[in-house]
T-cell receptor
Framework: EAGVVQSPRYKIIEKKQPVAFWCNPI?????LYWYLQNLGQGPELLIR????????DSQLPKDRFSAERLKGVDSTLKIQPAELGDSAVYLCASSLGVASTDTQYFGPGTRLTVL | AQTVTQSQPEMSVQEAETVTLSCTYDTSESDYYLFWYKQPPSRQMILVIRQEAYKQQNATENRFSVNFQKAAKSFSLKISDSQLGDAAMYFCAYRSFLNYGGATNKLIFGTGTLLAVQP
């Protein structure tokens, strides 16, 4: 069974440029998460989707970050414009649902470097 | 708000030896889940072990076991017979048992412990 797929794995951009990350969750997983992992830190939740609905986006900086999950499968996270402080790893995870027993499975992440 | 603390930024163990990674947490909830995740250099986070707070028995998965002390809010991971492939960053994480009002089922992570395995 394929795991969570993310692309690109690495991205280097100049500040003020836009950037987008793509995530394909495990087949059949209704819940999708985007996490931000700063260097030397644990991941922090940015946004959670239940199917195509964003049900928890309280930690998403909405002035420059946006996300979508059309058709409730793939998801895209966008930053526009990027700032130096956005350099980090962006992790996508998915789970069957939100039941207490549902395990979150993580993708390999996208490492973003903003110059 | 819940917090997770890992006070050991780095640990080292000899191959075939045993190592224990520490984790403490703070919560006012009585029911919750605790996890240990492993993140190898390739950066794909992998679930190592999980513990339900309502279970008194410590979880075990092959060479990995936990020491869960609910009253002390402590959740340590013991790796027995350490192997070179165990070298990675290990994260302790907390999740609420239910969607309490205003809460989510998000994972709350500690800052991680980087484990090196010496041959």
């Amino acid at each position: 069974e394929a795991g969570v797929v993310q692309s690109p794995r690495y991205k280097i951009i100049e500040k003020k440029q836009p950037v987008a990350f793509w995530c394909n969750p495990i087949s059949g997983h209704n819940t999708l998460y985007w996490y931000l992992q700063n260097l030397g830190q644990g991941p922090e939740l940015l946004i959670r989707y239940e199917n195509e609905e964003a049900v928890d986006d309280s930690q998403l900086p909405k002035d420059r970050f946006s996300a979508e999950r059309l058709k409730g499968v793939d998801s895209t996270l966008k930053i526009q414009p990027a700032e130096l402080g956005d350099s980090a790893v962006y992790l996508c995870a998915s789970s069957l649902g939100v039941a207490s027993t549902d395990t979150q499975y993580f993708g390999p992440g996208t490492r973003l470097t903003v110059l | 708000a819940q917090t997770v603390t890992q006070s050991q930024p780095e640990m080292s163990v000899q191959e075939a030896e045993t190592v224990t990674l520490s984790c403490t947490y703070d919560t006012s909830e009585s029911d919750y889940y605790l996890f240990w995740y492993k993140q190898p250099p390739s950066r794909q986070m992998i679930l190592v072990i999980r513990q339900e707070a309502y279970k008194q028995q410590n979880a075990t998965e092959n060479r990995f076991s936990v020491n869960f002390q609910k009253a002390a809010k402590s959740f340590s991971l013991k790796i027995s017979d350490s192997q070179l492939g165990d070298a990675a960053m290990y994260f302790c994480a907390y999740r609420s048992f239910l969607n309490y009002g205003g809460a989510t089922n998000k994972l709350i992570f500690g800052t991680g412990t980087l484990l090196a395995v010496q041959p």
